[in-house]
């Protein structure tokens, strides 16, 4: 175990396993599909129990308690509103866009309502999480600074996308302990320009190299290998950009999260992130989708294990200290979120 600065670190352990894995998913893919999606609901709650309590930190295990009928709930709604959204248009342009005004003005509030399901229904060593987050601040992150971002042709996409991480973060407890996200907007648009910069860079350069394996004359003129290749080298271009931008972000935000005085750190590989999207791309491929439950652990593996927190002081005191503090509301807390509208 590290010591710094008087502060031990506590790395994430995952202990699922492929095969473990597969046999929960291959029943879960064909009860969902014999049930019309129906089970699909179950099959969040199985999926989301194994990842959770094959999660250790310091030892123990966290786990998931959410019912599934909420998760049903949930899915009844997303879907009647999905369909509602593509009938309008069939209808009428004008219903259309007056069913799109009211989802995008439901739509902050029942994400606030499935973050508050997830975090009440999550617990450490028998404590559970909550979320404080209220409707103001939800329209603000969700409604708000996306259309601003829209209206700024995304130059503010930056800062919207912080201001939904701090209010995700901001409002979440483990108990009476409130977590809290130090990274600032200032951040975010450096790495999202870094990425930009990335993605120019490397289209100049695929540019570069069509003209030069070209003979002239536009398109025509492009060599047919190099088109043949064309979305092979696309695909390599996203694949490497979302690795990079997916490690650094995961980085980014994690890095700068505490909880009370303990302070959360990640340091996630982009190049080992971009080796095991690859491989697990390739594996789904050759597999027909057999190797999706093997991928999920593998991603989930490489996320987590790069993930600890730095103690400060004793972790098992400052546990206790927020049982002491809990109460019987909490496990009431938790029946009333019963809207779930996340897969």
Same mark, same amino acid.
């Given at each position: ?17 492929? &095969?473990?894995?597969?046999?929960? &998913?291959?029943?879960?893919? /064909?009860?969902? @599909? ?36 909420? @998760? ?22 004008? !219903? ?5 005004? /009211? ?12 973050? =508050?399901?997830? #975090? ?9 999480? %909550? ?16 259309? !601003? ?6 130059? /503010? ?32 648009? #450096? ?8 993605? @120019?860079?490397?289209?100049? !350069? ?11 004359? %536009? ?5 047919? /290998? ?6 092979? $080298? ?39 992130? #971009? &080796? ?12 027909? %989708?057999?190797? $999706? ?25 400052? $546990?206790?200290?927020? =049982? ?20």
């Amino acid at each position: 175990m590290q010591e710094q600065f008087g502060q031990q670190n506590r790395s994430f352990e995952f202990t699922g396993r492929g &095969w473990e894995y597969f046999k929960i &998913w291959i029943v879960n893919l /064909l009860l969902t @599909i014999l049930t019309l999606g129906i089970y699909s609901a179950w099959a969040k709650v199985r999926r989301l129990q194994y990842f959770y309590r094959n999660t250790r930190l310091d030892g123990a295990s966290f786990d998931y308690h959410g019912l599934p009928k909420a @998760i049903l709930k949930g899915r009844i709604i997303a879907v009647g509103l999905l369909i509602a959204y593509n009938a309008s248009f069939q209808i009428s342009p004008i !219903l259309g866009i007056v069913v799109a005004v /009211l989802l995008a003005l439901v739509m902050p509030w029942l994400l606030m309502r499935s973050l =508050q399901f997830k #975090l009440y229904n999550s617990s450490y060593r028998g404590l559970r999480f %909550g979320f404080a987050g209220d409707k103001r601040d939800a329209y603000r992150a969700f409604l708000m600074y996306p259309v !601003l971002a829209a209206i700024s042709v995304y130059l /503010l996409a930056p800062l919207a996308h912080q201001r939904i991480k701090q209010y995700q973060f901001d409002n979440s407890r483990f108990g009476s302990t409130a977590f809290k996200l130090h990274a600032t907007a200032k951040s975010f648009y #450096l790495l999202y320009l870094s990425a930009l910069a990335v993605l @120019i860079g490397t289209g100049l !350069l695929v540019f570069a190299l069509a003209i030069m394996s070209g003979t002239g004359g %536009g398109v025509k003129g492009l060599n047919p /290998l190099f088109i043949a290749l064309a979305p092979f $080298i696309l695909f390599a271009v996203f694949m490497v950009l979302g690795s990079v931008f997916g490690a650094y972000m995961q980085n980014l935000v994690w890095g700068n999260t505490e909880l009370g005085p303990h302070h959360f750190y990640s340091h996630v590989s982009a190049r080992r992130l #971009l &080796w095991v999207g690859v491989t697990n791309f390739i594996g789904i491929l050759l597999t027909f %989708g057999l190797f $999706i439950p093997f991928a999920a652990i593998r991603m989930t593996r490489l996320k987590l294990e790069a993930m600890g927190l730095a103690v400060d002081g004793d972790l098992s005191g400052f $546990i206790a200290d927020q =049982q002491l503090q809990a109460t019987a509301a909490g496990e009431e807390a938790a029946e009333m979120f019963d809207v779930d509208i996340s897969f």
